[in-house]
């Protein structure tokens, strides 16, 4: 049997039970179960008969005390003596349940199948270890020692993505997995929706990784320590998806990637908890905040900072933090947050709908082409045929590269089948306006005019448009 503070300490890591009090004649160690209002005690010393009747006759008599110090009226208090003898003594009065049961293996107080593995391969350290833990006035500290494996389970996804991501970078030079599962606004308009879900476990700098990973396991223990593995997972799945939509109705260009948006939803959760707890304490907030400044100054050695992702996973974290304390705020005020949610979603969509942008790899090699880079800017082109890729846009630069090269008949040719394709696009428009003005056909210069998206972004395509009109 693993001696006392160690016992207590494993089973404030793998059970519901955190430290509650520390007698000293007979050394006694309190732990308490807030959900089903139970004490645990924890004694390391043999007690005759009329000992352990004693100690449990002073239990019922400091039993108003007891509930006062617990915070909550006790159902129950299940005294374990960490013996090698055998014996149940049951003990009630009309309130209250005083069991005591002798044990010599934890395994009857711990269910969790990952302790089994914890007591094989972990080496024991010395007793005042486990005291100072468990003792400690840390704000965080009793959230660090818990056992949390959902918190794991996502630490470790991240980790695995982004060992596999910097592998496919550095060691193939290939960027697919990163353009497969990052955020982009072409792509996730276009129907690819798992982004929204992908992006938030991939990262590519290690400064990046480092900082989200950081954050996510400690806020990560903290949520699932106060609720559930669920509601952790909850509020990471919501706050990363709903985050990275958000954003999406101010960012069009480039890429988004990574734990932020859920991790400040995390944070979220938390801060709610803390106010309608009324657990505000300077030395918790000042540990939050720590956090916070830690998350944000480390953030800013990585480009193109998403603030938007991290506004709206912050907002959709404490709206989650006041459904999951429902108790607390109560029934009006959770509904209100679930509509808010689905509204913010709502408009989320909307907004990232109402935005229009290109395929990236249009992008890219219209950055080229516009450098005069145009071998490169040939290299991407083909690269979207190979790949199945091609837009109206990938049409109308090849057929610009062919005009750039003397075939100027094969060039406007694709440039015409680019307009075919997409008519409301103002670049592979553009053209086909302009030669309808040479013309002087205005009517059919109005009537491609009216098949652009509105509004027109084009000055020169203004100035066509109020001309005809």
């Not at 089994?116 to 350290?125: G, N, R, T, V, W």
Request: proline fraction near 2%; charged fraction near 20%; hydrophobic fraction near 40%.
């Amino acid at each position: 049997m693993r001696n006392k503070w160690q016992a207590a300490y494993e089973v404030a890591k793998y059970t519901n039970y955190d430290f509650f009090h520390h007698d000293t004649n007979p050394e006694i160690i309190w732990l308490k179960d807030q959900k089903k209002r139970t004490l645990l005690c924890l004694v390391d010393v043999d007690l005759t008969d009329t000992e352990l009747e004693d100690v449990t006759d002073s239990i019922f008599n400091s039993q108003d005390h007891l509930n006062k110090l617990a915070g909550f009226t006790i159902k129950a208090i299940n005294v374990y003596h960490l013996t090698d003898k055998k014996f149940t003594r049951k003990f009630k009065s009309k309130t209250l349940k005083v069991n005591h049961r002798a044990i010599n293996n934890l395994e009857k107080i711990i269910s969790n199948p990952f302790y089994k593995i914890d007591i094989k391969y972990k080496k024991s350290k010395d007793d005042s270890y486990y005291q100072k833990r468990l003792t400690s006035r840390h704000p965080f500290e009793k959230y660090m020692i818990k056992f949390t494996p959902m918190t794991l389970l996502l630490v470790t996804l991240n980790t695995l993505v982004f060992l596999i991501n910097i592998l496919f970078i550095h060691l193939f030079n290939n960027n697919e997995l990163t353009h497969l599962l990052a955020v982009i606004h072409y792509e996730v308009t276009s129907g690819d929706y798992y982004r929204l879900l992908s992006s938030s476990f991939l990262h590519v700098g290690v400064s990046h990784f480092l900082m989200n990973i950081f954050a996510l396991f400690i806020l990560g223990k903290f949520v699932e320590g106060l609720y559930s593995g669920w509601h952790l997972l909850i509020t990471y799945i919501i706050s990363g998806v709903i985050a990275s939509m958000f954003s999406l109705g101010f960012i069009t260009e480039g890429i988004s990637l990574g734990a932020s948006g859920a991790v400040y939803g995390l944070l979220g959760v938390i801060i709610v908890h803390l106010l309608v707890n009324r657990k505000i304490k300077a030395k918790l907030i000042m540990q939050i905040l720590v956090i916070f400044v830690v998350v944000s100054a480390l953030s800013m050695l990585t480009a193109n900072i998403n603030h938007f992702a991290h506004a709206a996973g912050l907002i959709i974290g404490a709206l989650l933090g006041v459904i999951y304390n429902i108790k607390k705020t109560g029934i009006k005020y959770s509904v209100g947050a679930l509509v808010v949610i689905i509204l913010f979603t709502l408009y989320s969509h909307y907004a990232m709908n109402q935005q229009t942008s290109i395929h990236p790899m249009d992008d890219e090699a219209m950055t080229y082409y516009e450098q005069g880079e145009y071998e490169r800017a040939l290299e991407v082109v083909n690269n979207s045929f190979n790949k199945e890729v091609e837009t109206p846009l990938t049409y109308y630069i090849l057929g610009e590269l062919y005009i750039e090269s003397g075939d100027e008949e094969k060039g406007q040719s694709l440039i015409d089948q680019s307009y075919e394709m997409d008519p409301s696009n103002e670049l592979t428009a553009k053209d086909k306006i302009i030669a309808y003005r040479k013309r002087q056909d205005y009517d059919s210069m109005k009537e491609a005019l009216d098949k652009l998206e509105k509004p027109i972004q084009d000055d020169g395509l203004k100035i066509l448009a109020e001309e005809v009109n």
